[in-house]
């Protein structure tokens, strides 16, 4: 089992200065491991990257609010995430892992605690698919919360699993711009297909996330931003930003004050940016 990376220690103080009410769309706490146990199955160990750790970022990057998306290698044990929740005076929400055990009132407990959907992971390095008929039980039990669904796919899931998106009774979101790489162009089937769902359905929201893992140019990963355009034009209403803090499985390990200062290369005008880390994510998380 490999141990993955440690953050920056090093945050930049971005020169981009969010607006009041900005959101952290989707990052992670990890451990600290004697507290929160790591899972048994968990496919990588990651260094501990606490609560503490977590708000000390968004003081330094000028963000208020985050969504907390719970890590594979927590497994399906949320408390950690319901414990950063907890302690947040209100500023974090999250994303629960579950499965087929879990309880319409297990997961009625977690939406109490600040839970405000459930996540899938689809890529090969994490495990590959679920079982599609698990994850329908779950999100069935789940679906009369004000709740979405989070999917982590790789970019040719985008092309195998659309009827996966059309079926479901929540909203969906698509993390990392679905993990479309850089390198093959605008233009991949990937791609097109993602955009082209994302002008039909008023369901589907993508995360303008992970420049670092789609960049075939490395820091400050801006060969990533026509793709983050591109999301943002097909659907202003439907896209959140997010850091990805402290950033599992990276080739390349960012600074996150870069990841911010992209921001407003990916929304030039001030009433996308309002859209984009404020308004769009209030509408969907229910801050």
């Not at 220690?9 to 992670?28: F, I, L, Q, V, W």
Request: proline fraction near 10%.
């Amino acid at each position: 089992m490999k141990t993955i990376a440690p953050p920056d220690p090093n945050t930049r103080t971005p020169e981009y200065k969010a607006p009041p009410g900005a959101c952290d769309s989707h990052c992670h706490v990890f451990g600290p491991g004697d507290v929160f146990p790591y899972s048994e199955t968990r496919k990588y160990t990651p260094p501990d990257a606490a609560k503490e750790k977590l708000r000390e970022l968004h003081d330094k990057l000028g963000i208020q609010r985050a969504v907390i998306v719970h890590a594979s290698c927590h497994g399906t044990d949320n408390r950690v995430t319901l414990d950063a929740i907890a302690s947040s005076n209100g500023r974090y929400l999250g994303v629960c892992n579950a499965d087929t055990s879990f309880t319409e009132e297990q997961f009625e407990e977690l939406n109490a605690g600040g839970i405000r959907g459930v996540r899938f992971n689809f890529v090969k390095h994490l495990g590959g698919p679920p079982d599609l008929d698990k994850m329908r039980d779950i999100v069935n039990k789940v679906a009369h919360l004000p709740w979405h669904v989070e999917l982590h796919f790789d970019a040719k899931d985008l092309l195998e699993y659309e009827k996966v998106l059309d079926d479901m009774p929540l909203p969906v979101v698509l993390d990392h711009m679905g993990r479309t790489p850089v390198a093959d162009g605008l233009d991949q089937a990937p791609f097109r297909a993602l955009l082209k769902k994302l002008s039909d359905s008023d369901k589907l929201w993508v995360k303008v996330s992970g420049c670092e893992r789609i960049s075939a140019a490395g820091p400050p990963f801006v060969d990533a931003v026509p793709f983050a355009r591109a999301c943002i034009a097909a659907a202003p209403d439907r896209v959140i930003w997010g850091t990805d803090w402290p950033h599992p499985n990276v080739k390349i390990m960012p600074n996150d004050g870069d990841l911010v200062d992209l921001i407003p290369q990916m929304a030039p005008e001030p009433e996308m940016q309002q859209k984009l880390l404020v308004d769009n994510p209030a509408r969907l998380f229910g801050f």
